[in-house]
Structures are given as C-alpha cells and as structure tokens.
C-alpha cells in the first residue's frame, strides 16, 4: 500500500517538475507535430484515407516513444546534475521502485503527444482518425504507457551504471520507429528483423491502437504488450540491486 | 554499543591518467582510519579540502563499499545490512545541490517523506515541525530555485530529519553560508544532540567543531592525525609559539627551505591583500626570526611578530604533519 501510494505521490511530483520547465514544455508541445508533419507528408503520397489514419496513429507513438527514450536518459543525468541521485539511492526504497515513477512520468506525457498528434493531423491536413473502438483505445493506449514505462525503467537503471549512457536514449529513438511498425508496417521490413520486433513493447502497443481505432481486435496485441511492459519491470528489478552495488564500489554515483 | 564503529576503513578509487596511452592509477582516499561514536555524542571530522571526510562519510552512509576494513552503524554493517542502515540514519550535504529546484521547498519534503515511508497521517505534522525548526515557514510554498543558499541548506537539515533518525550525518553542513546563516545552522545542529540525536559532523572549520563537538578526530590525507576532546587537540599544540613574518613577494621555495629549519614545527603562508604573512609554529624554548629571516633570499619584510598560539594553529599544526 505504502509503495503504491509513493507511486503516485511521486508521479504526480514528476509530471508538475516536467510540466514546469519551459524548455521540456517547448520540446513536450513542438516535437510531437514535427513527427506529424513528416510522416503526414509521406504518406500523403498515397492519397489514401485509410493509409492517412494509419500514418497518424503510428506518428502518434512515436511521439510517445521519443518522450519515454531520450527522456529516461537525460532524466537520470538530471539527477546527478542536481545531486539528488546520491540521495535517492540512499534512501531505504527498492531503487527500481523509485525510479519508475519517474520513467511513468514520462510515459504519460506521451498521451499528450498522441493527443496533439491527432489533432495536429486534424487540423493542419484534414486527416479525420475514426476510433471505432473508445473503450479499447483508451485501454490500448493506457497499456503502451505502462509498457513504456517499464521499458523507460530498463533504460535508466543502466544510465545509472553507464554515466553516457543517456546518449544510448537518443540512440535507441529512430530504430525503434522503423523496427516496431510505428513508420511502416513489419511485412515490409527483411525477415530477421522480426524477432527483434516481437520483444519490443511498441510494437505490440502500436499494434493494439491501429486494431482498436480502426476496428479490429486488440487484446491479444494489449496483453502482450503489456506482458513485455512487466518482463522489463521485473528484469529491472533483478539488475538493479547488482547495478548499485557495482556503481557504490567504483565509486561513480556522484559522478556528472 | 557505540552508534558509529569504523574499523580500518579504507577506500581507494581507480582513475586514468593520458588519453592515448592510458594508465590506471589508484588514489587512497582513506587509509585505514578507526574510531568510534557514542549515542547522543556530536563527533566532529575535521580536515581540510580533500583530507577524506566525504569519502568516510559516503562509507558510513552506505553510498560508497569500502576497499577494505569496516563499519557498523547502530550495530549495523554498512555493507551486508545497508537497507536497514539507510532506514536508521539521516545524510545531510552542503551546498546548494541535492534540490529538486521546480518543486517547492513542501514538495521536496513531500516527496522525501514518501520516499522514507513516513506514514501517510504522520506526514503533514511532521513537514510543519521541521519547517518551523529550520524557519522557512510562510516560504515553503514556493519553488526551490528562488530560495537562497542559507534556505536550501535549512531544507537539507530538515529533509534529514523527516524519518526521525536516530544518527544523523552532516557533511559540511554550513559550506559557503554566511556568517548570520553559519550561526544559525550551528544553533539547530546543537538542538539535535539536545533531542538525543548522534551526530557526524564533518567541517574544515576549526571554531566550528570547537564550538559543536563534543570529540573531534583530525583527518589529513586520508589518515586520522589526532583524536580528543577540544580541549586535548588545544593542549597538544599548547606548546609552541607562533613567528609572524610579513613579506612581499615570497620567493619560491622559501616555505620549504623554512619548514625544514631544526625547531619549526608548522609553516603556512597566509595572502594578505599585497603581502604574504608567513606564519611559523616554533618550538617556545627556540628562536628562529634571524635564521627565518635569512631564507627569504632579500626580500621585502614588513612587521614581524610573536604571539600565543590559536585554535587555528593547532589545526593548522596537525594537517601539516
């Protein structure tokens, strides 16, 4: 119950400490409708409604997605830029438990992008995304959030280790649009890359947004996406105590 | 039992010197340093820049493992039992880091009282006491980043003290406050150990653990040089007499030439505006002005004097060493 409620609190503090920086607030607000515009332009060449609605859902979780890779990164950075990540691990609370409010945070600034997204498309070029689903978009996109977030976990707990590792964040953003269908779908891309695919998170959460709108059937996609959301969760867990350890014998939490 | 036992301590970090032909090298930041700490006792480590305190400190708070030896902390070891360690104890840093600046000074504390699992009813009790303890009450409303120094250092201290630990570490705690603010952190660092609270409490300044603590271990490069109440460290230099020379433009050289003259005990040299005043620990039966004199290869003197000893000396004696 304690560790719920300090979920909460703590993501409730995360996104009032985004929503307050003027530069993330820029970033957070911009980013998204550049996504939107690109991919609104490619795909226009296919003149097809249909391929539109498609391009606007995949721009919209890529939006989400950059939130969660480049920020879990330079959210860690932060830290130790503040001083505060020494204080964090010194506390009593599991570390993965404290930073997953964090990663959470961020995540859910992606429901803004997804928002802004289809707006975007709405308005600037006509593109009208028809949810046919409601219930099971909101719950398709709500599991991509938490997936998100424990894939944002996975991140920081080796940004701890790694101090550049957060360049690794900006890294993993363009692949991961490409690899998990949120640009193109997967029939498109060579065989081998699939299974890399299938254990990403977005993937299937971009899967369960697409069926949900447009009228298919997503549980199986939710589920696994969620599925994986929790093996990154646990996987997390598992690591971070050795993480620490490592990072308080050579010395580097006070590092920037 | 002793609240803090530290039995060997010794830490060591690996760096790299060159960036083609790159080497490993390993610094010893505390070589195997004892002491110990009785409940409701405020300990001071006292050094200068670099001397080791923070490297112990981060040992003992469990942020750091030590290369070799160990240390207990209400019975606790630092290292098999750090969960529980971090749950008994507070850390306390200077500076003005270790904010979250966006949030407001009840947020911080907020969220620090959710991350020490303060009970959810306990919780706005606690955060109004503290911040009537550290005087940011009618302040705490508004966002970190427009507070000052002194304020963010009273935010640290009451942070510290949001799960009621029972040992309570202070790492340079009044660090570039000024002179109003240094007081009043002296004043509510006193009231811990009145509240029956062990403190740890590293500083560079003499006066400060003199007027705080009841023992002080002195740390210099990484090796604790003398141990004891205010009043022992102050007796063992007692014995010396102080040279006061002051030169224009010392010439390079000199100190060294100076601290080697049979009968010196301590050298330091000391900026003065245009003047350096070189000051020289003597033994009291010696008398050293003409020979001191004579190597300072010509250069201009100004006033030369003699006087008592200060607690500064004392310290400034032992991290000489």
Known sequence: MSSLRFIGVSWLLQLKMIMRSPFDGIGNVLYPLFFATTAFFVFQAGRSPRTLVYAALGAAVMGMWSSVSTSAGSAMQRERWWGTLELLVAAPRHFSLVLFPSTLGLATVGIYNLAATLLWGRFAFGIHVTIVHWLLFCLSVGGTVLAFGGLGLLFAVSFVRFRAAWVLGNFFEYPVWLICGLLVPLALLPAWVRPISWVLAPTWGMNAIRQSALGGSPVNDLLICLGLGLAYVAIAVLVTDRVLQDARARGTLSLT | ?321
Request: aromatic share 4%.
């Open chain 2, 1 to 321: 039992m002793a609240a803090i036992e530290a039995a060997n301590l010794r830490r060591t970090y690996k760096t790299h010197t060159g960036t083609v032909r790159r080497r490993a090298k390993e610094i010893e930041a505390v070589r195997g340093i004892s002491f110990a700490v009785e409940p409701g006792e405020l300990f001071g480590l006292l050094g200068p820049n670099g001397a080791g305190k923070t490297t112990t400190i981060k040992m003992l708070i469990t942020l750091l493992i030590p290369t070799s030896g160990s240390a207990r902390v209400l019975g606790l070891d630092v290292v098999r039992d750090a969960h529980e360690v971090r749950r008994r104890i507070g850390y306390v840093f200077g500076g003005e880091r270790g904010v979250y600046e966006r949030l407001s000074g009840y947020d911080n504390l907020r969220y620090f009282a959710e991350l020490y699992g303060v009970p959810a009813r306990d919780q706005k009790r606690r955060i109004e006491e503290l911040l009537d303890l550290v005087g940011l009450k009618d302040r705490e409303h508004e966002r970190a980043e427009g507070y000052s120094r002194g304020m963010k250092q009273r935010l640290h201290v009451a942070r510290g003290l949001l799960h009621d630990p029972e040992v309570l570490f202070l790492d340079e705690p009044t660090i570039g406050l000024d002179p109003v603010g240094a007081r009043e952190m002296r004043s509510t660092i006193a009231s811990l150990t009145a509240a029956g609270k062990t403190v740890l409490l590293t500083t560079h300044y003499m006066f400060e653990a003199d007027a705080l603590c009841d023992r002080i271990a002195v740390i210099s490069k990484g090796d604790i040089v003398a141990e004891g109440t205010p009043l022992e460290l102050k007796r063992g230099v007692a014995e010396v007499s102080v040279l006061e020379i002051e030169v224009f433009g010392i010439a390079e050289g000199a100190t060294e030439r100076v601290r080697g003259l049979d009968g010196v005990v301590a050298v330091a040299v000391e900026e003065r505006g245009q003047a350096q005043v070189l000051v020289v620990q003597t033994r009291p039966e010696v008398e050293l002005t003409h020979a001191v004199l004579g190597h300072l290869n010509g250069a201009d003197v100004g006033r030369i004097s003699r006087r008592e000893p200060t607690l500064e000396d004392a310290y400034v004696a032992l991290v000489k060493e």
